[in-house]
């Protein structure tokens, strides 16, 4: 009995959501990450900084701020920040709000440096003239 060929395998189709459209499509090829409209249109990928990593993902959501791997390493949804990150967040929070504090209070010692420093007013060169002339 003569061995059968085998036919090759059809690639399968992957389900991905377009980095730039933000729609479903299926393609063959695992490493699309826009679908053909938006490949034609030439559309770009929306990327974000992930807040844990530093490292830029797709933003499929706006609501997104960790990547996929750092939200997996954390057991949470990529719109959601770990109790640390919460805490960090806050101590960034506080700090800004402490070095907005203290530019404030800096700008206004300065001004009022400024004010103490003022010269004397420059005499009207007409009476000075006036002066000089009476002088001779
Ligand atoms: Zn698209
Ligand atoms: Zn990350």
């Known amino acids: 009995m003569p061995r059968k060929e085998t036919p090759p395998k059809p690639k399968p189709l992957i389900s991905k959501v377009c980095g730039a459209c933000r729609e479903d499509f299926v393609t063959h090829r695992p490493k699309a990450g826009r679908c053909q409209p938006c490949i034609d249109q030439g559309q770009k990928i929306k990327y974000r900084n992930c807040y844990e990593c530093r490292s830029p993902f797709v ?3 706006d ?3 960790n990547c996929p791997s750092c939200a997996d390493a954390f ?8 109790p ?3 805490e ?3 101590e960034e929070e506080r700090l800004s709000e402490f070095i907005n504090r203290r530019d404030s209070l800096l700008q ?3 001004d009022r440096e400024r004010r103490y420093k003022r010269k004397p007013p420059i005499p009207n060169p007409t009476q000075y003239d006036l002066t000089m002339l009476g002088l001779l």
């Open 88 to 90: 960090r967040l806050r």
């Open 108 to 110: 206004w010692l300065k």
């Open 75 to 82: 057991g949470l949804d990529q719109s959601t920040l770990s």
């Open 84 to 86: 640390e990150q919460i």
């Open 59 to 61: 933003l499929l959501d």
């Open 63 to 65: 609501l997104h701020l």
